[in-house]
């Protein structure tokens, strides 16, 4: 499809969604013809940037056939409400269990303290295997009696999830 896919709001790909919409071909030093978009990464601003092989493109909203290999996309209105994650650093990561009646634990680190924040950790079935109040800027969560496997730790504030990392337990 050109590099560039578009969903309507149920999730499904409309059969006259791109038309004339993709990246424009572009060759490479030793002849080889490319077109297309290798992937999309955000902006320390929360703006979207596509990146790839090609020259020119339309997105549906902006030609602009100068373009080369990086693009910022404007006015991209999903209809789904955005909202900036949290930071949050999580490690060790993997985390190896210590043998005997101790495990080892995981430190979190928060940018910003939330009010009145807690950390869930759920299992990859989603089931959750522990909860702790955020307690500072710097929180110690224990993994006592937890097997080998990938989780999830979720920081929640109000009621709303406002970051998540996977975690892995060895």
């Not at 950390?119 to 522990?130: H, N, Q, S």
């Not at 993994?143 to 970051?163: D, F």
Request: glycine share 16%; hydrophobic share 35%.
């Amino acid at each position: 499809r050109k590099g560039f896919i578009v969903l309507d709001v149920d999730g499904i790909v409309p059969d006259n969604s791109i038309g004339g919409s993709g990246c424009g071909a572009f060759e490479d030093f030793i002849g080889i013809v490319r077109k297309g978009t290798i992937g999309m990464t955000f902006g320390p601003d929360g703006s979207m940037y596509i990146y790839g092989s090609y020259h020119g493109y339309s997105d549906g909203t902006t030609n602009d056939p100068t373009q080369r290999f990086v693009s910022r996309l404007y006015g991209l209105d999903v209809g789904v409400r955005e909202h900036e994650q949290a930071r949050m650093a999580v490690y060790p990561n993997p985390c190896l269990r210590q043998a005997g009646p101790a495990s080892s634990h995981i430190t979190v680190e928060l940018e910003e303290m939330p009010i009145q924040g807690m950390l869930l950790l759920r299992d990859a079935l989603g089931r959750e295997v522990a909860q702790q109040r955020v307690m500072g800027y710097q929180n110690t969560v224990p993994l006592h009696g937890l097997g080998g496997g990938v989780y999830v730790l979720e920081l929640w504030e109000g009621g709303e999830r406002r970051a998540a990392q996977r975690v892995v337990v060895q």
